[in-house]
């Protein structure tokens, strides 16, 4: 049977039939009466689209049975009107059942392989479900979002890390209350955490994912899904632990500087055909030589901060498929830099682009008059500057040589630093060159 999207739903006709999840499942209460009104329900669909739904009070004992929450239906002969009470999710239209809706009960896989979300990476509308061992768990932080808005907010995020199957390994951020789902007091205790209706953002270094206002989490539930995976790995070897902090962001500036210090062609040439949990993070210094596109600012949608583009004078969200009712002008800057060992790319962005220049986006673009194509003299004059970079490799860098190396933060080097570091560099080589001198020459004498 062929599902149409709910994204696909109008108000004309009722021959619709889609597969959906059923997410959230309440109780509609007139407060003034204590009077049952409605059994309401959030749906989403494979590509992460939501809709309201809602069984009137004289068709709640129809379907009430049939229906359970987190559980996969086919649903057909239904109404779609529009949301005129509340929005509980952005689509303004809602789902109506009327006494011959049919609901059928999917079989599906729950949870997704590492082969489902690998399919599913970077595709921003597909939700997908995950279980798995607790193996790492992040301290509680603050992050704050929308900085360049009118009402930047402080949001609480934790990072977590599932063993899904025997070899593999998912990362996920929890945003939000579910960052406080989980605290330290798992550390060392065998935990099974079901996550749901996630999306993949890529690799880097393990499979990362990222919950949504969709998502769910449960600890250890009692289902025939927590028994199989328990059996499929090493549950006795398995305990959470804290995950270890970025070093690179650690110690003094001095540090920072010349954490895994390489050349560009190290850099460069560096591949990894199968990205494990591993750092990829380093530094390196180089001078910029040109930029690399005309380009070096973007409109993005405060709703996702993906990129907009202009569509009949009007700025487009791709990822939310709307006009969005407020966006925020975000840095961009596309270097190319070399050393004395190579020439290559790098890409810099909003906050790091911000402290380079000394200057907001915002008053930049104020300070053009209008003329935002042109590129400001302030960004013109970063040619021919020398600066140490601190890059994070990406799966595109790692597996396929690509460039456009991300630029995690920028550094004034200091050249008696510098100095120091080249010395110390050169007399590692120089003792590393008499070892394996002094192995040769041992080597001659047994062979004598």
Not at 38 to 62: F, Q, V
Not at 402 to 425: A, M, R
Request: with cysteine; net charge neutral; proline share 2%.
């Amino acid at each position: 049977m062929t599902y149409k999207k709910i994204r696909q739903l109008t108000t004309v006709g009722q021959s619709w039939n889609i597969k959906v999840r059923v997410i959230r499942i309440w109780e509609s209460i007139n407060f003034a009466t204590d009077e049952l009104m409605s059994l309401d329900m959030i749906l989403m669909d494979e590509h992460g689209d939501t809709i309201r739904a809602t069984i009137w009070k004289n068709l709640i004992d129809s379907y009430k049975p049939k229906i359970i929450e987190g559980s996969i239906y086919a649903l057909s002969n239904f109404k779609v009107q529009e949301d005129a009470r509340y929005h509980p999710v952005k689509n303004l239209f809602k789902v109506v059942f009327v006494y011959n809706t049919n609901v059928q009960a999917l079989d599906a896989d729950l949870f997704a392989s590492r082969d489902t979300l690998l399919e599913r990476k970077n595709i921003d509308k597909q939700c997908s479900d995950v279980i798995g061992l607790l193996t790492k768990i992040k301290k509680l932080e603050s992050r704050i979002i929308m900085k360049n808005t009118a009402n930047p907010r402080k949001r609480d995020i934790r990072e977590i890390e599932l063993l899904i199957s025997k070899d593999d390994t998912v990362r996920i951020t929890l945003w939000g209350h579910l960052a406080h789902s989980l605290n330290e007091d798992v550390v060392g205790k065998h935990t099974v955490v079901i996550v749901t209706s996630t999306m993949v953002e890529g690799l880097q270094g393990t499979l990362s994912l990222k919950s949504t206002n969709g998502t769910r989490l449960y600890i250890d539930l009692d289902i025939p899904e927590t028994w199989k995976l328990i059996d499929s790995v090493p549950y006795e070897e398995t305990v959470p632990k804290l995950m270890e902090v970025d070093k690179s962001t650690k110690g003094t500036i001095q540090e920072q500087m010349f954490y895994n210090r390489r050349t560009l062609q190290d850099i460069t040439q560096m591949r990894h055909d199968n990205p494990t949990d591993q750092d990829f993070v380093f530094t390196s210094k180089a001078t910029i030589e040109r930029l690399e596109n005309s380009s070096w600012w973007y409109m993005s949608c405060n709703g996702c901060n993906k990129m907009c583009t202009k569509v009949d004078g009007k700025y487009h969200c791709r990822k939310c498929n709307a006009c969005p009712e407020a966006t925020t002008p975000r840095y961009w800057i596309r270097l190319q830099i070399s050393d004395h060992t190579a020439t290559t790319t790098c890409s810099i962005f909003d906050d790091e682009a911000q402290k380079m220049l000394k200057m907001t986006i915002t008053d930049l673009l104020d300070s053009l008059n209008g003329k935002s194509e042109e590129i400001p003299k302030v960004i013109q004059q970063l040619c021919g500057k020398t600066l140490i970079f601190r890059f994070m490799l990406k799966e595109q860098n790692l597996t396929e040589g690509k460039g456009y190396y991300l630029v995690k933060k920028t550094f004034e080097p200091d050249e008696k630093l510098e100095l120091q570091y080249s010395n110390h560099q050169a007399e590692n080589d120089h003792n590393i060159e008499d070892t394996h001198d002094k192995k040769y020459q041992i080597y001659l004498m047994k062979k004598n």
